[in-house]
């Protein structure tokens, strides 16, 4: 059958939390865009809603209980450097309850709040289009 994002075009879902005008990025350690900051996510289960989707990557990754989550848009990412290639909804929450953790020390090293001025180098391809899709009034 094959691997999504490495076989065939991979869906998935990326969810941009904000708290006090800062996002929450994580560093990735595995492909793609390995050592790069990032927002939460992963890929889309077959018969699941990707609104749930980016819900449940999001408090897998985080340990956060997500709330309301509001699409933002789309995002392609083809990263000839790692043979990748996925579509991916992008959604965002400022409802959630707890602290951000490092629950899955496998695939993620760091985390942290950032302010538009402030974002740390180097971004993911998935990052900037979310960045991109936020209404700056927000994000400062």
Not at 17 to 24: E, F, H, N, S, T
Not at 40 to 68: F, N, W
Not at 100 to 116: C, H, I, M, V, Y
């Amino acid at each position: 059958m094959g691997l999504p994002g490495i076989d065939f075009p991979g869906l998935g879902v990326g969810l941009v939390i904000l708290r006090d005008r800062k996002i929450l990025l994580y560093r990735r350690m595995r492909a793609p865009e390995a050592g790069h900051w990032s927002i939460v996510g992963g890929k889309v289960d077959h018969m699941e809603p990707a609104s749930q989707a980016a819900r449940r990557e999001a408090e897998e990754e985080t340990g956060l209980s997500i709330g309301r989550v509001d699409l933002l848009g789309p995002a392609e990412v083809l990263t000839e450097a790692d043979g990748h290639h996925w579509i991916s909804l992008l959604y965002i929450a400022s409802e959630f309850e707890g602290e951000p953790q490092l629950t899955e020390p496998d695939k993620l090293s760091a985390f942290g709040w950032f302010s538009r001025a402030d974002l740390p180098q180097p971004l993911s391809a998935f990052a900037e289009a979310a960045i991109a899709h936020l209404d700056m009034s927000i994000f400062e």
